[in-house]
C-alpha cells in the first residue's frame, strides 16, 4: 500500500511539474520529453538530501519540464527571462546561444569542471566549449549521448550479412525487396557515406568546419568522389538503397518492402514496432570499392565504413539566473556517471560516460535495449561530433542550403545527371561553396 501510494505522490508531481517544496519560488529545469519522470524523481532525491544535509529546506520549487531538446536553445532565446535556469541541448545549439553577449552562462564550479574533462570522450570535450569576448569557456555539460545504427530484419539477413553493405544488398537481391531506405533525406540521417572512413586507419580527407573555422570544409578528395560513386551504385539497384517514400521508412520495413535502415535512438520504438521479434540492431555496415567506384587515390578494394554524427546532449545554465549558486551543484549530480547509469536503466538513455561500455553492467544484458547502446557506443569511434556549435551560421550552411538535397542528386543519377565523375566533382564543389559561404560559386 505504501508503494502504491508513494509511486501516486510521484505521479502528481511530475504531473504538475513540482517536485520540491521549499518556497514560492521555481527552480525550472528543461529535460527532452522521454526524460521527465526519471529526472523528476532524481530531483526529489536531491532536495531530500539536501534538506538533510544541510539541516533547512532548499529554498526553490524545483519543476522538471519535458521541451524538445532541438527546439529548446530556440524556445529559450525567444524569451530568455522566462526561460528555464537550466536546460538540454544537443550540442552544436552553442553556437546560437553564445552569440553576441552570450544567453547562458559559462560553468566555473572546479568540481563541476573536473567532472566533465574526467568523464567524457575527447570528441564531446572538443565541442562543449565557446569563445565570448577573446576567452574560451566550458558552457556545455554532457550527460547523453547519440550516434546512428543500423535496424534490419533478422528474417532475410543475417547477423554476419548485416556487417557490410554488400552482404545487405545480396539478401535484398535474393528475396527481391530493397536493402536499405533512408529514414529521411537531411544532412543527419543520410551522412553514412560522407562520413565514412577507410576501415583501417580512419582516415579520410573529408573536412566540415575543422577547428571551427569557416573556410575548413573540403569535400573534392578522391575518397568522397569514390564513395559518392559507390554509393551512386547502391542507390540507382533496382534492390539497393532509396530515399524515403510516401509511405515511410517504418511502413517499407514493416510490409517487408525494404530490409533496413540507418536510424538513431529516437527511432527505436518504431523501429520495433515495424520489425517486432525480427529487429536486428548493430554498427553501421562497411563498403568495399569497386572498379567502376575508384578514382584516383581510392582504389579498387579499398573497404570504407559508413560514418555517423556521434552526438552529446548537454545541459547548459541560464545567464544571471537568480538561483546560480544552486545549479551547479545539481548538475554536478544530475550528470554524474551513476546517475547517467540509472538514466539509461530506466529512461533509455545511452550514457555520455566515456567508460560506459566497460563499467556499466546493464550494457551487458541480452536485450535489444543493450544491443542499442552498444551499438552506438561502438559508432563513436567511427563518428565525429557536429561541429556546427562553433558559429549559428555553420548549422544552416550545412542543413539548410540545399546541399544534403544536392547529395541525394548525386546518388539517385535521375536521367543519368551524374554519370561522370566531372559532374560528381561540379556537385561537390557547389556543395563546398554552400558549406563555406551559404552561396552557390559564380
Known amino acids: 500500500m505504501k508503494k502504491v501510494m508513494l509511486s501516486a505522490l510521484l505521479f502528481l508531481m511530475v504531473l504538475f511539474g513540482a517536485v520540491s517544496c521549499g518556497g514560492n519560488k521555481e527552480l525550472l529545469i528543461w529535460v527532452g520529453a522521454e526524460s521527465v519522470d526519471f529526472y523528476a524523481a532524481k530531483m526529489v532525491e536531491y532536495v531530500e538530501d539536501y534538506n538533510a544535509t544541510n539541516e533547512k529546506e532548499f529554498p526553490y520549487e524545483v519543476s522538471v519540464v519535458g521541451v524538445d531538446s532541438s527546439t529548446a536553445a530556440a524556445t529559450f532565446l525567444d524569451d530568455t527571462d522566462a526561460g528555464a535556469d537550466i536546460f538540454t541541448v544537443p550540442h552544436d545549439n552553442l553556437g546560437k546561444l553564445i552569440a553576441g553577449s552570450s544567453a547562458i ?31 574560451e569557456y566550458t558552457f556545455g555539460i554532457p550527460y547523453v549521448a547519440q550516434s546512428l545504427v543500423l535496424y534490419y530484419n533478422t528474417a532475410y539477413i543475417t547477423e554476419e550479412q548485416a556487417l557490410t553493405w554488400e552482404g545487405i544488398w545480396e539478401a535484398a537481391q535474393t528475396a527481391n525487396k530493397n536493402a536499405m531506405t533512408l529514414t529521411e533525406a537531411g544532412g543527419f540521417n543520410n551522412s553514412f557515406l560522407l562520413l565514412a572512413t577507410d576501415a583501417t586507419d580512419h582516415s579520410t580527407t573529408l573536412e566540415l568546419y575543422t577547428d571551427g573555422v569557416q573556410e575548413n570544409c573540403y569535400a573534392l578528395g578522391d575518397d568522397t568522389i569514390a564513395k559518392m560513386k559507390w554509393g551512386q551504385r547502391f542507390f540507382m539497384d533496382e534492390n539497393g538503397g532509396k530515399a524515403p517514400s510516401d509511405s515511410g521508412w517504418e511502413v517499407e520495413l514493416r510490409d517487408e518492402k525494404t530490409l533496413s535502415t540507418i536510424g538513431g535512438a529516437w527511432h527505436y520504438e518504431a523501429a520495433t514496432s515495424a520489425l517486432g521479434e525480427d529487429l536486428g540492431i548493430t554498427v553501421l555496415p562497411t563498403f568495399t570499392l569497386t572498379a567502376d567506384d575508384a578514382y584516383g587515390t581510392a582504389t579498387e578494394g579499398t573497404v570504407y565504413k559508413s560514418g555517423t554524427f556521434a552526438d552529446t546532449k548537454m545541459f547548459v545554465i541560464k545567464k544571471n539566473s537568480n538561483k546560480a549558486e544552486y545549479l551547479e551543484d545539481i548538475l554536478l549530480f544530475l550528470s554524474s556517471k551513476e546517475v547517467q547509469e540509472e538514466s539509461f536503466e530506466q529512461a533509455a538513455n545511452l550514457p555520455a560516460y566515456k567508460n560506459a561500455s566497460t563499467e556499466f553492467e546493464a550494457f551487458e544484458a541480452d536485450t535489444l535495449d543493450a544491443q542499442l547502446a552498444r551499438a552506438q557506443v561502438e559508432m563513436f569511434a567511427w563518428g565525429i561530433s557536429q561541429p556546427f556549435g562553433y558559429n549559428s551560421k555553420y548549422n544552416t550552411y550545412y542543413y539548410s542550403k540545399g ?24 556537385q561537390l564543389t557547389i556543395i563546398q561553396s554552400l558549406w563555406t559561404t551559404g552561396l552557390r560559386p559564380e
Open 105 to 135: 552562462a559559462p560553468v566555473q564550479s572546479e568540481a563541476l569542471l573536473t567532472q566533465i574533462a574526467n568523464d567524457n570522450p575527447q570528441s564531446f570535450l572538443d565541442v562543449i566549449k565557446g569563445t565570448v569576448d577573446g576567452t
Open 403 to 426: 546541399a544534403p538535397d544536392l547529395f541525394l542528386e548525386i546518388l539517385e543519377n535521375e536521367d543519368g545527371s551524374f554519370s561522370t565523375d566531372q559532374a560528381i566533382i561540379d
